[in-house]
């Protein structure tokens, strides 16, 4: 994530809950139960999900507006047009864990509050309730819409600090550096080591 593209933006709120994601099978129950159903049955507020490839069968609900494309120069107005943003994770990354997806680094820089579904590691990357809200149904998406603002930008504001200090793109290749450094140190010991042992007299290995 580029903290130079992805930022926060002074305007107005124009969706409750956005979502933006490809159309994925096996993420689309989470989708409807998180919130398509809440569109429908809160009418008086306004959602949004921008993705290609959903299917014709989707019902979408009058309050949801759905973009088919949104161009990556587009994510950072997109986000900082919602309230709160909805992450959703592909089974297989569930499955993995520990494997969070870029948009979720993109949305937390531009100070938008997460609703995410749970997957194993999430809370080495953010603290449940704290800088990120967990959402298993519907009731708990609900309950999230009511939160203060006072307390939804602070929530986004910690998640926005955490970003920025421990998961940019500099950040990540710096890690990277010092991994590589540090592997090809022990690399170099351990032949070291081994030449030492080849050379040794016979006399000293009795």
């Known amino acids: 994530m580029d903290p130079a593209l992805y930022y926060p933006e002074k305007q107005r709120s124009e969706w ?12 689309q129950p989470n989708l409807e139960r998180l919130l398509l159903s809440i ?18 069968s989707v019902e979408w609900p009058a309050n949801v507006q759905h973009v ?8 950072r107005e997109f986000y900082n047009s919602q309230r709160f943003t909805l992450n959703l994770t592909r089974r297989d990354m569930i499955r993995a864990g520990y494997s969070p997806s870029v948009r979720l680094f993109e949305a937390a820089a531009c100070g938008v509050p997460i609703i ?43 998640a926005r ?32 080591q081994r030449r030492s042992f080849r050379t040794r007299p016979a006399a000293a290995l009795i």
């Open 39 to 56: 569109a429908r049955k809160e009418p008086e507020r306004r959602f949004v999900v921008a993705g290609p490839q959903y299917p014709e």
């Open 68 to 75: 088919h494309h949104l161009a990556a120069s587009s994510h």
């Open 161 to 192: 600090a955490r970003t920025l200090r421990l998961h940019t793109a500099r950040v990540r290749a710096e890690q990277f550096e010092t991994y590589v450094i540090a592997s090809l140190e022990q690399l170099a010991a351990s032949n070291r």
């Open 116 to 158: 995410s579904d749970s997957w194993p590691g999430l809370e080495t990357i953010f603290q449940p309730g704290v800088e990120i809200l967990l959402a298993r149904k519907c009731q708990h998406v609900s309950s999230y819409l009511r939160v203060p603002d006072e307390k939804r930008l602070e929530i986004s504001a910690r």
């Open 16 to 27: 409750d809950i956005g979502y933006l994601g490809t159309y994925a099978e096996d993420r």
